[in-house]
């Protein structure tokens, strides 16, 4: 459905950018379900996704997956108006500071957004969002639009992860010493010890790379 709407009604808008599949994600939702059971999650998820249909103009469609705690929207940005990014941020931020049902828990949703282009698969745009979504976890945003910059960087994450145990193995990593001078005597009174990562297949990584 997302896909003819795509193509046929909301073609302009694809075609403008302005339209974007949303990836909603139900944070901690292991642990919501075994303090209040699935029943509960899939009870909540279900009564944002109504929330958002009856008060959000914007989405054109949705669907949802209570048990996974994950809402997949499709929406229009209008012209010249707020980005979609911030319109669903501050949906979030109203629902995340609802409290839900006779437990008073707060729910802690995030999303990502993908704008899709003409071209575009459904099912790789829902991909981009969720990569998107999985970008803002362990920050303070609700919100984040996918960029190639973002992918670069986790493939990079899960590049380092699938090497690094190899790499200590055939001692890629090297010990570089910075000297530390002492202004008074001014003479060399020690050294700091960093690490740097000398990979055959990534090039020279520093620290801050992994």
Not at 46 to 73: F, M
């Amino acid at each position: 459905e997302a896909k003819r709407l795509k193509d046929t009604g909301y073609k302009q808008e694809c075609s403008e950018g302005r339209l974007g599949v949303i990836v909603v994600s139900l944070s901690k939702r292991e642990i919501l379900v075994e303090a209040f059971g699935s029943d509960f999650v899939v009870k909540r998820i279900d009564d944002i996704t109504a929330d958002i249909e009856e008060k959000e103009k914007w989405v054109v469609i949705s669907a949802v997956e209570g048990l996974s705690g994950q809402i997949i929207l499709l929406g229009v940005q209008e012209k010249d108006g707020m980005p979609l990014v911030d319109k669903v941020h501050q949906v979030l931020l109203r629902i995340s500071a609802e409290k839900h049902g006779s437990s008073k828990r707060q729910l802690n949703l995030k999303a990502g957004i993908y704008m899709l282009k003409e071209t575009d698969d459904i099912k790789h745009a829902i991909n981009c969002a969720e990569i998107a979504c999985s970008d803002i976890y362990g920050t303070a945003s609700l919100a984040k639009t996918y960029d190639k910059e973002m992918e670069d960087r986790l493939q990079l994450q899960q590049q380092i992860e699938d090497t690094m145990e190899q790499a200590l193995a055939n001692k890629e990593f090297q010990v570089w010493y910075q000297p530390k001078f002492d202004i008074k005597t001014h003479s060399t009174s020690g050294a700091e010890a960093l690490v740097r990562w000398q990979s055959p297949t990534m090039g020279f990584l520093p620290p801050s790379s992994f």
